[in-house]
């Protein structure tokens, strides 16, 4: 596709719950990257792919948050036991390679009620 | 930590007023800087960047910003702002030789009267 496509838009989960956000990047980007944009904050980085593996994953807040990219391309952010705090717009931008021309998603509006 | 801080949280202006919007970063190393855009439900779109060279740096929309790197700081201006300017603005910088993370400041809302 032209951009980067992120699914579901919008994920309401309970507490306690798994959950999985996806996120498609333009064809032939190496770079991925995840952010979380709170209320009222500018987005935090979370992790960064560099083909398929996780080169800088310093922004993941606790070891509930995973993500993979097993074939360097499609992205998915794995939240265990997930929290009300973790409720929040979850982003991803990819790029050519890591040189920061970045296009981001829409993102996934994760609500945990 | 390096971080990003602006000024402004929330800007209310009249169609025609000047804008200015305050960016400032602390790292003193090299950088390259970013203005982003989101327009109420849409995603984030790039403004205008500076990664070296001429300071003053000409965005899409008319937008323009400065950097001053002895004022760690990279202002985002407009001459005359538009109602379709209404959106939620963004700095952020990367710092150079890094993963190529973007550190974002909190925003600015700005909110363009007719």
């Known amino acids: 596709g032209a951009g980067v496509s992120q699914t579901p838009s919008n994920k309401v989960t309970e507490k306690g719950k798994y959950v999985e956000l996806r996120c498609d990047p333009i064809?032939?980007?190496?770079?991925l990257y995840w952010y979380r944009q709170s209320l009222g904050q500018g987005p935090e980085f979370l992790i960064y792919?560099?083909?398929?593996?996780?080169?800088?994953d310093s922004g993941l807040p606790n070891d509930r948050f995973f993500a993979v990219r097993p074939e360097g391309s499609v992205s998915t952010l794995k939240i265990q036991r997930t929290e009300r705090g973790d409720s929040a717009v979850y982003l991803c931008?990819?790029?050519?390679?890591?040189?920061?021309?970045?296009?981001f998603g829409s993102g996934t509006r994760l609500t945990v009620v | 930590a390096q971080s990003v801080s602006q000024h402004n949280h929330h800007v209310i202006l009249s169609e025609a007023a000047s804008l200015e919007l305050g960016c400032n970063y602390s790292y003193g190393g090299t950088v390259n800087l970013f203005w982003y855009v989101q327009y109420p439900g849409q995603h984030l779109q790039l403004l205008l960047k500076?990664?070296?060279?001429?300071?003053l740096v000409k965005g899409i929309k008319g937008f323009e910003a400065e950097f001053i790197k002895s004022k760690f700081s990279f202002n985002l201006r407009k001459p005359s702002v538009q109602w379709s300017d209404t959106a939620e603005y963004f700095c952020a910088v990367v710092i150079k030789g890094n993963t190529g993370k973007l550190i974002f400041g909190q925003g600015t809302t700005l909110q363009v009267k007719p």
């Open positions: 500076y990664f070296s060279g001429d300071p």
């Open positions: 064809s032939g980007h190496t770079a």
């Open positions: 792919f560099q083909g398929t593996g996780a080169a800088d």
């Open positions: 931008a990819s790029s050519p390679d890591n040189n920061y021309g970045y296009t």
